[in-house]
């Protein structure tokens, strides 16, 4: 060990003895939580439909390191690590928490340790998560936060999340305390373990944005906070709203089926992705393209009276546990590979019943905003290349259109 290698790892000990020491567990002083921003978790898995990743491999003797952008702020702050896919127990050495430089940097001064219990390290049984005691760094909304886990064993698969819309970053050892990004020479668009933040302070309730890949960002501009839930938390911030905005959108998601790579139905992972949230009020639902468009694509039977009993579902699970449910239409398909006839017949039908049924406490029209007038194909300067997915702009004007006052 070099005497400057030494001296990093003596610095790096003495400054989390001294974080523990005074840190409280997250229950103390009688907190009150709010989630910031989630991710909603994936199974591990080798067939990607984006880019490559490291979830089946897992991690031994790295750190990962991950960034993110909150949306409302507080004074203290939490994490919560997932293992919900893990094939055994997820044993985490250790974590920092701190604000962001350059990519993959992170200003030395706001770097804080990250405890469990009071203990620097956790094991996370399969299928459980960990949250983490409180830790005293302030951060303001719409703040970006980098998030450093180290791993000293093996990991084995990993609980992931497949498009994060943000780099990760990977480096061999124990880089917890490392400021510099030299290290981290892998990178990486999905995310691993992290699953939620909650910030502390005044009582705030949050909006769950729950759908598939197009609540969840695909297309839109990695690193720069585009996706329509993003442009919705700076909305309400600008409006004076403390509210947070938590995206749980997967690519691929289905309203009624299980996938493997685009997790669990909305309706199966409706509870643990909204309803446990904490201080969730609202959530916007925007679910059954891929639905619709898988079962044109393989000439599957799909009536619209079925993705509509999906939605009734989802709407009595949420008023059941007083949490109000906007709906939103589904977005255009004509010009994509999901098109077809009897497709556009069922979507329509569909889009015709959340506007005019009632059953939602409100709606927003996603389809009315994307498409061209008196036609079904997205608006050019709205449509990426594959004519399914919004871009920047598309995803702006969807978040524009929600009524803040059906929140």
Request: with cysteine; net charge negative; proline share 5%.
């Amino acid at each position: 060990m070099t005497t400057k290698t030494l001296f990093r790892s003596l610095f790096a000990l003495l400054v989390t003895i001294s974080f523990v020491l005074t840190a409280a567990p997250a229950s103390a002083h009688g907190r009150s939580w709010s989630a910031t921003w989630a991710r909603a978790m994936q199974e591990p898995s080798g067939e990607p439909w984006q880019d490559p990743n490291w979830s089946l491999a897992g991690f031994d003797g790295q750190s990962l390191r991950q960034e993110l952008r909150v949306s409302r702020g507080g004074d203290s702050l939490r994490i919560t690590v997932s293992n919900l896919y893990g094939t055994g127990p997820l044993r985490l050495s250790g974590a920092t928490v701190g604000k962001p430089a350059a990519p993959g940097e992170v200003r030395p001064g706001s770097l804080r340790p990250l405890t469990f219990g009071h203990r620097l390290s956790t094991t996370v049984p399969a299928g459980a998560e960990h949250t983490s005691d409180a830790a005293f760094l302030r951060v303001g909304a719409l703040e970006r936060l980098s998030v450093t886990l180290y791993f000293s064993g093996p990991t084995g698969p990993a609980t992931y999340h497949e498009f994060s819309g943000d780099t990760s970053y990977l480096a061999g050892g124990d880089r917890r305390f490392d400021p510099r990004a030299t290290a981290f020479t892998a990178t990486n668009h999905a995310s691993y373990f992290l699953t939620r933040v909650d910030v502390s302070g005044r009582s705030s309730a949050s909006v769950v944005t729950l759908g598939d890949s197009i609540t969840d960002g695909y297309g839109s501009t990695v690193g720069a906070d585009r996706r329509y839930p993003d442009r919705l938390a700076e909305r309400l911030v600008d409006a004076g709203l403390p509210y947070g905005v938590l995206n749980t959108g997967i690519g691929g998601n289905e309203l009624l089926n299980d996938n493997l790579t685009g997790g669990e139905s909305a309706l199966h992972r409706f509870q643990r992705d909204v309803l446990d949230l904490p201080g969730v009020r609202t959530v916007v639902i925007c679910e059954g393209v891929n639905d619709i468009g898988l079962a044109g694509m393989f000439d599957l039977p799909l009536e619209p009276e079925t993705v509509i009993a999906g939605h009734r579902a989802l709407i009595a699970a949420a008023h059941a546990a007083g949490v109000r449910v906007v709906g939103a239409t589904i977005t255009p398909i004509a010009g994509s590979f999901y098109y077809t006839e009897k497709g556009e017949e069922t979507r329509d039908a569909v889009n015709d019943w959340i506007r005019h049924s009632g059953e939602y406490d409100a709606v927003v029209d996603f389809d009315a905003v994307l498409a061209e007038p008196d036609k079904d194909h997205m608006r050019e300067e709205y449509a990426t290349n594959d004519g399914l997915h919004p871009n920047d702009a598309g995803l702006a004007a969807m978040a524009d259109a929600i009524d803040l006052a059906s929140l």
